[in-house]
């Protein structure tokens, strides 16, 4: 049997080790009986194109990100509202794999033809650029480049920044030919994908975290027996703090990796206060969403507030 399993990333990325680890112990698991082909850097289709291919059952697996199923699923734009998430990186973890919120997310997904098995952090969303963005009015006709979301267009517009959507891989090209100003993207991303060498400013703004949906088709999953799924079911938890730890290691060693090969890239980190400026202007981005997805989108919001709480006190209990 071969089993196919696509993602977005460069090898040796997070989705990648995802993927690699996933296959490995699928095959060894399996004593071989099953392969599973890890197709990467979106070999059969980037972004939007690729979430058809898992629902179309062209590949068996994936990793996708809100962003690329915003508008299949619109409730999901909530995991990519600005200042959502905990600055704590293991309370979004527990948020992630427990909370109700993703849950019902789950459900959403699964009626369009996608299952999501695991949620993931890869890293808070750093945004780059050639000035330090020190409050919103920095960012005024700044021409930023973002996932084909609706949502963080509106996000990001709303702090005066001019969001264009840019396919992943043609990100390097367009801030080198300054056809783009800016992009957004976890450090482990900025480094492998260069996007450092041609920017000139790191601004450590921790707005957004960067999450990763491993899915699975659902035509193709219920063809499995239930050995083959509960083997699948295990793996991926016992994936999930595998792959915590490498974004944690990641966050790291990839910004020491960019500093040793720039030394003179400004590194923008923020006091509370100029982070309040822009939780301020954030706020319409959230209005954004309520209009869009009306009832349905404000009681997931109250319900990734509770989960956030709940988690903030076990991790600090
Ligand atoms: O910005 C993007 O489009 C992409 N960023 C990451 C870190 N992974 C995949 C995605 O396509």
Request: hydrophobic content about 40%; some cysteine; overall charge negative.
């Amino acid at each position: 049997k071969v089993w196919k399993f696509s993602h977005e990333e460069s090898v040796g990325s997070i989705q990648d080790m995802y993927a690699m680890k996933f296959k490995e112990q699928v095959e060894e698991r399996s004593n071989g009986e099953i392969r599973v082909d890890v197709y990467p850097v979106g070999q059969l289709g980037d972004g939007v194109g690729a979430v058809e291919l898992i629902r179309y059952n062209a590949v068996n697996f994936s990793i996708n990100n809100p962003a690329t199923v915003a508008t299949i699923v619109p409730e999901n734009q909530l995991l990519s509202l600005q200042f959502v998430f905990s600055d704590d990186m293991e309370v979004n973890r527990r948020v992630l794999n427990d909370g109700n919120a993703i849950k019902e997310i789950n459900e959403l997904y699964r009626a369009k033809d996608i299952i999501p098995l695991a949620w993931f952090q890869e890293g808070f969303q750093v945004i780059t650029s050639n000035h330090p963005i020190n409050k919103p009015d920095d960012m005024k006709g700044f021409k930023l480049r973002v996932m084909a979301s609706p949502l963080l267009i509106a996000s990001y517009s709303a702090y005066g920044a001019n969001p264009t959507p840019v396919p992943y891989m043609e990100t390097y090209s367009n801030l080198q030919l300054n056809m783009i100003d800016g992009q957004v993207n976890p450090v482990f991303a900025i480094e492998e994908m260069k996007f450092y060498e041609v920017q000139k400013c790191l601004n450590f703004l921790n707005q957004e975290i960067f999450v990763g949906t491993f899915c699975v088709n659902p035509v193709f999953w219920d063809s499995l027996t239930e050995e083959e799924q509960e083997m699948v079911l295990d793996i991926t938890n016992e994936l999930d703090s595998y792959i915590f730890d490498i974004q944690n290691e990641y966050a790291d060693s990839r910004l020491q990796k960019i500093i040793d090969n720039k030394p003179q890239i400004t590194l923008k980190e923020y006091t509370e206060e100029e982070r309040n400026v822009f939780k301020e202007k954030a706020v319409s981005g959230y209005d954004w969403y309520l209009n869009l997805v009306g009832e349905k989108g404000q009681s997931l919001l109250d319900v990734l507030g509770e989960d956030i709480k709940t988690a903030e006190q076990t991790v600090s209990s």
